[in-house]
């Protein structure tokens, strides 16, 4: 493998330090073309020995003619004409002073060896924190199990004493009426005898005691590890899931199954049922027989009550929303619920007894003693429309757990008598709700109630209202942890940019294969907290400033503009946003810091910001390096991509001046990349003309088929050169082929490029 197609693999960071390497004095395209030949050879020696220089300077230009032959033989005019073009610059510049050619070479493949150990180190960086961060948690899983299965051991081995318990209680009490027959009978045993059996069941009551109080012992530490151990389970694994479902549903990493803490759960209820039911024993036990101090009688109670309150709190526990509340129209946009619109939300118990199959009725309320309701101003109430009571049962779910899914639930509002005022507090979409669901478990001895509910939910009445609904989600989940708190949003806490940014690239990496990588949070943090704090970690940002108030000069916030953006990328622009074609935000002073020294014809595509509805342009450089000129395209939203494929935009795009013909100025996808090898796959190809004898093609309608091309109008002084205007693109060179004969073509090249 070359170190050049190891770089190539880099992220972009990495890459824009190589960019950096290679200007017009040595092509980075010689570097492409040569790549295995350029690293093969000695170049520190080069730098040092004019003779050797030479050597390896003409070496080159041979390995140029070679690569050039290549080209003749595919027919690529393009090509043949840039690398001629490299050729003679080289000579131009190296002819009379090889070993300067091979001094800039030599420290290109010494940085490019440098920039390639900076990757890895990092990514060894990257790696061993992650490798960490999994080990900690297998080792944490590790120990659960562990300590899970342990109080299983315990059970059994409590079960195994219980049972040893009965059979020398049983001996005891043979003994015991043995001795009282024998006693009554005249004669049967001498008082030495006597005696001796009487000590013998002394012996056996003192052995039969501390039994008693072995196994008492046992259930009392059985139930101190239970207590950890369930401890660990609802207050550290349950409260961590519950945060990772959080932010699963603002568009974060995937929420981990739920099943490894659903078996947890279940092996330790079992254990509290095996425990409640080794009790009941020990308590027949006592009624047969008992004494002062029986350990028995002293620790019963507190046991049963200890037992109890273990098993009412883990069950109660595990009584989770597994799904959140949704709309099946809007999967990726949780919690916001228009009324009217169908919505979905599934319930689950962690502790799967099969005795409990089919005997738990759930039922759905809706704001259930939300104290908002009277407290704040204008708060709107709703009604649930639809079948509100499920019973839970393990047929329906893939994998079998307990649960209860409601699919086909509404919200209403209730109309209140008189107008609704707007005088509240709260917008619509800041207003805060929550589905509550209960249920009853009834076994003999054991009436608990269970109750649980959902992350709050915002109702809209209007789809128009979904992005600042959703927006008021965002904002909640990545601020707070507690679901009750329904009044977040009338004192809204600030956000650090280091967290909102991690969500707001969530929501492109959620909907795509790519969110958003350091450069472009910088410009949003820029946008968000003013230029000079250059995307600060530490920067604060009140809710108000990302959603509510205008962003900047412009008359839309923050956070409509992203939506827009982010729906112009879903509909139109997905496959170019996955391969990374898209800049995307990047500020106009840092886009012309990046295309000032490329070649011209560079472009660069970007978002709009001027756009609430979602808008994308491109800029291109042209002109020479000391006076670079821009250019930027008046951008596209929606109503021109739904025409025309943004690819084919950009491959059809024209500039016309006066007397001038139409030219594409778009020739190299920042920083080098072809333009047609950066878009070429998704460009529009014509339908094949049908055979003249297909007897099932479609007749013709009497019009000639068009097509629509993007044409800007600009001043003749913007044109250069021709020499500038050079390396032309296929289409380009096709449009003059089609003005300009073979043969002048030939002898414009013959007398430009002679050696």
Same mark, same amino acid.
């Given at each position: ?94 002819? $009379? ?54 109080? &299983? ?12 318990? $009965? ?45 008693? &109080? ?355 990328? &879903? ?185």
């Amino acid at each position: 493998m070359t170190q050049w197609y190891q770089l190539q693999q880099l992220d972009s960071k990495f890459l824009e330090q190589v960019h950096q390497l290679y200007d017009d004095s040595f092509p980075m395209e010689i570097r492409q073309y040569l790549a295995q030949w350029l690293e093969n050879q000695d170049w520190e020696h080069a730098a040092n020995n004019v003779s050797f220089a030479t050597v390896l300077f003409h070496d080159l230009l041979s390995q140029l003619d070679d690569q050039f032959s290549r080209f003749l033989i595919e027919n690529n005019f393009l090509l043949q004409h840039n690398i001629r073009k490299s050729k003679r610059n080289l000579q131009d510049n190296f002819q $009379e002073d090889p070993i300067h050619m091979a001094m800039i070479i030599y420290n290109c493949l010494k940085e490019e060896r440098k920039i390639l150990n900076s990757a890895q180190l990092s990514n060894q960086m990257e790696v061993g924190s992650i490798q960490n961060t999994v080990i900690g948690m297998l080792d944490k899983q590790k120990e659960l199990d562990a300590k899970v299965k342990a109080i &299983k051991n315990s059970v059994i081995d409590v079960e195994q004493d219980i049972k040893t318990l $009965e059979d020398m209680q049983d001996e005891y009490d043979f003994k015991c009426k043995t001795l009282q027959n024998r006693e009554h009978e005249s004669n049967s045993m001498s008082q030495e005898e006597y005696k001796k059996e009487q000590m013998n069941l002394k012996k056996m009551f003192l052995s039969l005691d501390l039994k008693r &109080k072995e196994v008492v012992n046992k259930i009392v530490q059985l139930l101190n590890t239970t207590e950890h151990t369930q401890s660990a389970l609802i207050n550290e694994e349950l409260v961590e899931w519950k945060h990772r479902q959080q932010t699963a549903c603002i568009g974060g990493p995937p929420n981990a199954c739920l099943d490894q803490l659903q078996n947890w759960f279940t092996v330790v209820a079992e254990s509290l049922q095996q425990v409640r039911q080794q009790l009941k024993k020990l308590e027949e036990l006592e009624q047969k027989f008992t004494y002062d101090p029986d350990p028995i009688t002293k620790n019963k109670q507190v046991l049963q009550d200890r037992t109890y309150s273990l098993f009412k709190q883990l069950i109660q526990s595990s009584f989770v929303v597994e799904r959140q509340p949704c709309m099946p129209t809007h999967p990726q946009r949780p919690l916001v619920l228009k009324t009217g619109v169908q919505f979905t939300v599934k319930l689950r118990l962690l502790v799967k007894l099969q005795e409990l199959n089919y005997n738990l009725k759930v039922k759905v309320l809706f704001d259930k003693d939300v104290s908002e309701k009277n407290s704040v101003k204008g708060f709107r109430k709703f009604n649930i429309l639809g079948t509100n009571t499920k019973v839970m049962n393990m047929e329906e779910s893939t994998n079998g757990s307990l649960a209860a899914e409601f699919r086909h639930l509404q919200l209403k509002e209730q109309k209140n008598a008189g107008c609704r005022t707007n005088e509240g507090p709260l917008i619509v979409t800041e207003e805060l709700h929550s589905l509550s669901f209960e249920t009853q478990l009834c076994q003999p001895g054991l009436v608990i109630d269970l109750e649980t509910t959902s992350l709050p939910i915002v109702v809209i009445s209007n789809v128009s209202q979904l992005p600042s609904g959703w927006a008021s989600i965002l904002w909640f989940n990545m601020l707070s942890t507690d679901p009750k708190n329904l009044s977040f949003f009338l004192n809204p806490p600030y956000a650090k940019w280091s967290k909102l940014s991690e969500v707001l690239s969530w929501q492109f990496s959620s909907v795509t294969k790519r969110g958003l990588n350091a450069d472009q949070l910088s410009m949003l943090g820029e946008k968000l907290l003013g230029p000079t704090s250059g995307g600060s970690h530490d920067g604060l940002i009140p809710w108000t400033r990302f959603c509510k108030e205008n962003i900047n000069d412009k008359n839309f916030p923050f956070w409509l503009w992203i939506e827009g953006i982010l729906e112009l990328i &879903k509909k139109h622009l997905l496959c170019l946003w996955n391969d990374g074609c898209i800049m995307g935000f990047i500020s106009k002073e840092k886009e012309r810091a990046l295309l000032k020294d490329q070649s011209p014809g560079t472009f660069l595509l970007r978002f709009s910001e001027s756009s609430r509805e979602g808008a994308i342009t491109f800029t291109w450089v042209e002109g020479s390096q000391n006076e670079p000129q821009f250019h930027s395209v008046e951008p596209y939203t929606k109503k021109e991509l739904s025409a025309v494929t943004f690819p084919d935009i950009i491959r059809n795009y024209k500039v016309m001046a006066a007397e001038n013909i139409p030219e594409n100025p778009l020739r190299f996808l920042y920083p080098d990349i072809p333009k047609d090898n950066a878009f070429g796959k998704y460009y529009s190809r014509p339908k094949e003309a049908p055979e003249p004898m297909d007897l099932d093609c479609p007749k013709g309608n009497g019009y000639i088929k068009t097509e629509l091309i993007s044409v800007s109008e600009v001043h003749p002084s913007r044109l250069q050169s021709p020499e500038n205007l050079l390396p032309m693109s296929p289409e380009e060179f096709d449009e003059v082929s089609r003005m300009v004969g073979p043969a002048e073509i030939d002898t414009v090249m013959c007398s430009a490029y002679s050696t």
